[in-house]
């Protein structure tokens, strides 16, 4: 059928043979294809991916394409063949004629080269290579994407690419190098570069790592001599080289050309490379990253320069500089940065705060660390400023005292950073751990940082659940640390800094109780309790604060200890009279009864009835305050309780969650417990036969109750109809609305509101099954009362506004009894006004396809493919001309074809001589710009007046001075009818003051003598010229100015513009 059709008009028939001919050949053995048959169906398919017409040759390059890539564990048999087919069409083809036929080859060549036996390979990478020398900017950017695509597949270098090939193939594209100049291939160029550096890393790391320097200089040289565009992209390059190959490189022998290549960059930290400070620091930091911990020698010297340029001040990019010192700080060591040959901190500097600059860096990059950093570097430094700050106060001088206290908790604030992840806490933390007890108890500026400081520890041991030495350690010093951040909590706060302490203190204790012992843990609850027996007269918030460590402690005693404590304590809070007291012993009711404990679970299991009887004990006494932790702990209660008793114990407490639900003493989160427990009784109740039909029967039993209890009923009912709504039936359901609806009738306000809230709520949830019950809905809200109607319209009207929504206005105004005329005019206005919206909403969205492309500029730009670079093109300035001619031709309509020029960059004196082996680099692929032009057309814009002699001298001369007027004419004298034009000030007279007011002279002279006043005005008129006062109006003896009155805009008009339909 191919042969027969091979020359046919029909593109579909021929894309369809290829298809069926493809899904054919993809499934045959590896035997198959030795068969002469076989390899002449394929060759068939084969000679079509040069065919002139794009369909077809498009569907026979799929095909070729999907057979080849069908074996991806072995190579297929015809991937020689395909090879060697396309390197003798490259080799028969010449550019002057067949141009289109090797593009057509290159095209399917950027698949195809991953997968072509080693042995094929290097001839067709030859013929691409001598294409590319032709310097035909098409096909020099399809050859770039040629080997783009070899090298980005990483192929198998024992089947495929050698190492060997890699690298000639490497060293031979530099060649092929475009110059600075030429932007778009230079980007291309790097990709390609960059990709071949990688593939060899995976195959040869040592030849990769021997062959960087090279690209190296080429990227530095770019630094230089590139745009921005290039400076940015080889700066890319230069660290994706570097996380890739040099990453690796972890070996010992790798260490000097690492160091080399490093020193290359480091060179950069020169001004002539100035524009490219923030890429050669970034670089910096890349080295740090991954190359750090490898050699950390390497990289001392360059980060001791970063720190002397830091202390210069004098740069700009002081942000980058910082982050690159950081870089080494976090990869490096902070111990490495800051010894005496690097960047030293000193005790004897400290009065000269050089580097103070250092001390937020070191905070923010600081991870990973040891303790013994700090001990051995920071510690005796913090000591020392606060031994100069008691002498400095001793001295009375305060500025420096505040000084050395500032500089103090600096450091010590690093000590949370060096608590990150530390390596040596076994080892370590017993030296620092009395100096952060003794701080901890007696500087309350630190304790703040002490107490993070432990958290991190704490936190950084307990990552591995197995006993660590680190837990060990940090465990024996519990006995120290858990007393003093008990006395920092129950000593009373004053002030907000101190109550933020009190808190952190609490955390600490939590945190530090998962590794204490069970017998610090029991002495601690023991001693709270005698304080809290000792403190009947103390203050309510030391008892408060007291209670809170009794909550935190009681997951960890014993079953007998909880026995006790809730016998003698919990089981009396009925008789407090302090409402926040009472809360506390509910809040430590609710830890009991939700801790996963093994101890607590049998407590609640073994005094459950007696816990439950406390409950309902106190639902009638207890404080408002109190109802959210009561509220939890029937929650976690019912997770105790027996499947035989659910429904019973459900129907105890039931009452007591529906009136949490609203109400003027019910706060948010008390509300938000009240529906969650509901919820989960209703899920219990599920669990149970007919359980769930005898717990909608016992909430809708509220119905009959009290107003606040209809109000609450109706809200709760809300609430489970939306969360269980599959579960439950039509007959449910029915019944619950039809009473809903006849409450929506009584004239009480508040049963009303709750009623309306149900009814969105259920055209929400139950939009689907809601078309039987929407007379029934429609007919009672038509039938509230008056005085409801008016106070909830806005309500009514969301809910008719959903129903139309949902729908449709006809039949929603077809539902509506006749009688209800105010509805019937709502209803039309509503849909009046949604059609509005729906028009306004078409709009919207008309206007925003069509500025998609305005919208699309300011989203985030996304990086470029390799295709998008060599696509692109520099034709700014043929652009401009384009625009600022007029056209003299109309433009013709169809595609046209664009024709590739190339463009030789030479000057006068040095002519392109086209023998030389680098004249491919003086053929731009995109028009240079002139630089000659550019700066006559730049200083052409600048007016500076001031004229230049041949050889470059500034010729300056004096103004020409005018001969001063017989007449002087004051321009505050002038009436506003004469204009600048026809009577030019030469001069502006200063203004004299004079008069009252606030035209008065301030002069002790002036203020002290009124005759004098009047002396200095009268030699002022007659010194005034005798034509000065002809357009002169009537003045006061003020001499006073006169003013330019605007004529203001009427901005009291309302400019609003009403909508019309």
Known sequence: ??????????????????????????????????????????????????????KIRKASQHAVCAILKCNKDSMHPMSGYTATYCTKVLTSSTVASNTTTILHVLTILKELMPIFPKKELKPLCEEVLKLMTLNHPLLLSCG????????????????????????????????????????????AWLAVQQEAYICLSKSDLSLCISHLKRIFKVCIELWINGNPESLKASGCTLRILIEECIGKATDSTYHQSISVLFNLVTQCLSYQYKNACPQVLHTLSTFFKFYGKCAPSIFLECIKSLGQLRDSNDITFVNELEMTIGAGIRYIGPEYIISDKVIPLKVDDVGEFKRSWLLPVLKDSISNSTLKCFIDHFLPLALKCREMYEI??????????????????????????????????????????????????????LRDTILVSLRKLIDSASKNDEVSDDKKQLSYFAKNFLPICLNLYTNP?????????RFSALETIKMYLTLSDDEIKEQLFEKCCGMLDNSKDAEHTVIESILDIIGVLVPYQSVKTLKSFFDSRISKAKQLKNFKEEKKYFRILEEISSSKSPTCNKFVKKNFDNIQNFIISTAQNAAATSRGPRLRCLAHLLD???????????????????????????????????????????????????????FLNALSAGLAGSIPMISCTILALASVLHNRKNEINSNQFETILSNICLLITTGTREVVNSALSFIKVIITSFSNDLMVYLSTILNSLSKMTDDCKRKFRQETKNIYQRLVRKFGTDLIIKLVPNTDVQTHVRLRAINKESERLKRNKEKRNKDKINDKADVDFSLKTKPKTFEEILAECEEDEELETNLNQKPKVKLERGRKKKSAENYLHESEDDILDFTEANSNRKILMSKPKNEHNTNIQKSSNVDDSIKTAPDGRLIITDEPQEPPTKSGIEEDDVDNNYSDDDMPSKKRLKYMPGGKGIHRPLDNKHLGNGKMNKQIKKNKTQNQPQGSNKNKGKKSNGSVRPFSYTDFKSYGASNKKRKRN
């Open 144 to 187: 770039f994407q040629v080997f783009h695509g070899l090298f980005v597949s990483y192929p198998s270098s024992e089947l495929v690419l050698s190492s060997t090939l890699n690298a000639k193939l490497l060293m031979a594209l530099f060649d092929y190098r475009p110059t600075p100049m030429d932007t778009q291939p230079t980007l």
């Open 1 to 54: 059928t191919l042969a027969k059709f091979a020359e046919s008009d029909n593109n579909n028939l021929l894309k369809s043979v290829f298809s069926c001919l493809s899904l054919l050949l993809r499934i045959q053995e590896k035997i198959v294809w030795s068969h002469s048959s076989t390899i002449q169906v394929y060759d068939a398919i084969l000679n079509f991916i040069i065919h002139s017409k794009p």
């Open 392 to 445: 400095a106060l001793k001295a009375n001088d305060k500025i420096t005292a505040i000084s050395y206290d500032l500089l103090e908790s600096q450091i010590w604030s690093l000590l949370a950073s060096f608590c990150s992840n530390p390596s040596d806490i076994s080892t370590s933390f017993r030296i620092i751990a009395r100096t952060m007890g003794t701080m901890l108890s007696t500087r309350k500026e």
């Open 493 to 501: 706060a004053h002030g907000t800094d101190e109550q933020a302490t």
């Open 640 to 694: 105790h309780t027996d499947e035989d008793n659910v429904i019973q114990n459900i129907i105890a407490h039931l009452p007591e969650a529906v009136l949490c639900c609203k109400g003027s003493t019910v706060n948010k989160r008390c509300r938000e417990c009240a529906f969650s427990l509901i919820n989960k009784m209703a899920l219990l109740a599920i669990k149970v036969e007919n359980g769930l039909e005898n």
